[in-house]
């Protein structure tokens, strides 16, 4: 069982930085793929970025990649996600999530946090 917590979201300006942190519980933390998913009014939950278990190997939404860095600290449980140059169009709830496999999908995420709001103003 893996308990996971966002934190970090905010109202930030168009070209603003945020960093978002997400806190697990449970000693299995480090065999866990994370991702970072968003879901903005009206739309389906989508992917953002992946991590594997080790920190070696990232993946991102080409709608972020470039501008968002995903990492992780085995050590404190703890995955971040670096967010730069932010646009209007990253406004969303961002949520973490922990699966067996570092992929794209959403629904293959076993645990999930409860979401942090990111507002991206014009």
């Known amino acids: 069982q893996v308990q996971l917590v966002e934190s970090g979201g905010g109202l930030v300006q168009a070209g603003g930085s945020l960093r978002l942190s997400c806190a697990a519980s449970g000693r299995t933390f480090s065999s866990y793929a994370m991702g970072w998913f968003r879901q903005a009014p009206g739309k389906e939950r989508e992917f953002v970025a992946t991590?594997?278990?080790?920190?070696?190997?990232?993946n991102y939404a080409d709608s972020v990649k470039g501008r968002f860095t995903i990492s992780r600290d085995n050590a404190k449980t703890t995955v971040y996600m670096q967010m730069n140059s932010l646009k209007p169009d990253d406004t969303a709830v961002y949520y973490c999530?922990?699966?067996?496999?570092?992929?794209?999908?959403?629904?293959?995420?076993?645990?999930w946090g409860q979401g942090t709001q990111v507002t991206v103003s014009s």
């Open positions: 991590i594997n278990w080790s920190g070696g190997r990232t």
């Open positions: 999530a922990a699966g067996a496999l570092p992929i794209p999908t959403p629904e293959l995420y076993k645990y």
